[in-house]
């Protein structure tokens, strides 16, 4: 008789639950979005377009959908990806200079601000 393995993952971690028909619950959300909202606009295209453009129109507004469901890197899904891109590239500043707090200058600064305090105090007291 021969033995029949079953492979166990080493990590854990990367084990997702299935839901239904052996896909996770974002695959089936993503899945079914892109269905409510490319099988119309299959149907519309056909109405004004033949039917190649219409498949063509169709697979073109249902692949971003399937991107979000079935792209993961690093653990993280594709939209974690974007916003991270999007933070690089327009939300950051391109040119981040190295600042560091200096105490020295820092005691420097306080010790002309309490040179300033004694002079206005020695000029008002010389003015009564």
Do not use: W
């Amino acid at each position: 008789m021969a033995a029949s393995y079953i492979s166990v993952p080493r990590d854990l971690t990367k084990v997702k639950s299935k839901v239904f028909f052996n896909l996770t619950k974002r695959q089936l959300i993503c899945f079914s979005v892109a269905a409510l909202i490319g099988v119309p606009s299959f149907f519309l295209i056909k109405s004004i377009a033949e039917l190649n453009v219409a498949v063509m129109g169709m697979m073109v507004i249902m692949m971003p959908f399937f991107f979000f469901a079935m792209y993961e890197k690093n653990g993280q899904p594709l939209e974690v990806h974007l916003g991270h891109f999007i933070q690089q590239v327009f939300i950051r500043p391109k040119k981040r200079p190295y600042k560091t707090n200096n105490y020295y200058a820092a005691l420097e600064r306080e010790a002309a601000a309490e040179k300033e305090v004694e002079r206005i105090v020695r000029t008002s007291m010389d003015e009564e």
